[in-house]
């Protein structure tokens, strides 16, 4: 269950000119941590008229050997923007862990990771704890090259592409239903997304299309939830799905990708 903490933060760099790493001494959440759970950080800039509002952001690893977990963002609005200022040694004011992890099953061989945007950061989580016998490629998509994960916060097992487009929807299609050469979909066995919520129909006519039958279990989709209260209580999360609506930041953030309509 979700609880406040206050952490102290062990380390704070930036990764690229755009993203910064952020470790936080934590031994029970590192412990606890899985790709989808996230932090809801209270940044507190005076002048942000949404002060209140935490902010939710994935966690990108979790460290147990050293008792850290670290998150992997963006600052790119005023409440990250006074996170990105605080220093180690610094006290963070957080609520987690929130959100439930993505499962592996014990059957996949090939996992295909697909993602751009915030999400990136539980995609890199996962890449970096994935089974043994699991071999993962990341596609990460950004509209800048500053805006992907550098690749050394993936092991060298890891098979990772970037592609760098201003279209993410075109980026998307050209990458998972490509004119020429095979698809990465026609190898994978599951398939895990992080992309914007308007892209995930799509995403599911793609693998439709390139696989010709899309089994419920095959493909999960990360939907992030926008500032909110993180415990299933004010609504601003809710999303429409087949199955009804449902609340992402406490029944998500992963759901299968027949669930979302065109
Ligand atoms: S963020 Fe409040 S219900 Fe999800």
Redesign the pocket.
Known sequence: MARQHTLEIADHRQVTPRLRWLALRAPDLARDARPGHSLLARCDDPADTYRLLRRPLFVAAALPEIGQVALLYEPDEPGLAWLARRSPGDSLDVIGLCGRALPFADRHCNLLLIGAGAGLAALVFAARIAPPHTAVTLIAIADDQDSLPPPFLLPSAVEYETVVSADLMSAVTATLQPTTGASPLAWADAAVAALPYHLLATLGQIIRAVRLRHPRGFARALVA?PP???F??????AIDLRSGVR????EGPWFDVREFRG
Do not use: F, H
């Open positions: 939830s909110g209260c993180g299933g209580a004010c609504g601003v999360c609340l992402p930041c406490i």
